[in-house]
């Protein structure tokens, strides 16, 4: 699974398809993974499997992403990344403003996970090479 480039300009009347969805889920999956070269393997709830366009969005699935995006600054740097929200079903929606919560959070998490990544440490000689 690839990291995909956050859409972190959201605006009112913006429609949410589910190749954003997927988006979401994956990068979050991703985050967790690269967060494991660096943090003590933790696992995250289950998203499922991508959407297709047949498929419905639900407020469960919403809600776990929100609580996988929440367990990431736990397990790893305790990033900003606003509070997390829980959604019912029949009830209002997330909207834009959540959307790029959501997005400049993993964004936040990605950017600083590298970084981490690169500037570890690391010996520029090689131990235990030759015999003795």
């Not at 959307?99 to 964004?107: G, H, P, Q, V």
Request: proline letters at 5%; glycine letters at 6%; a neutral charge.
């Amino acid at each position: 699974m690839a990291w995909q480039t956050p859409k972190t300009n959201w605006k009112q009347g913006d429609k949410v398809n589910m190749q954003d969805y997927n988006r979401w889920k994956n990068n979050i999956t991703y985050l967790r993974e690269l967060s494991l070269e660096v943090y003590k393997a933790y696992t995250l709830t289950d998203m499922g499997t991508d959407k297709a366009y047949t498929d419905y969005i639900y407020a469960d699935e919403i809600n776990t992403i929100e609580a996988n995006l929440a367990a990431l600054p736990v397990h790893t740097y305790p990033f900003v990344i606003g509070e997390q929200q829980t959604y019912y079903p029949n009830q209002p929606t997330p909207d834009y403003k959540e959307f790029n919560r959501i997005e400049s959070a993993c964004l936040l998490i990605y950017n600083n996970l590298t970084g981490q990544i690169s500037g570890r440490k690391r010996l520029s000689i090689r131990l235990g090479g030759g015999k003795f």
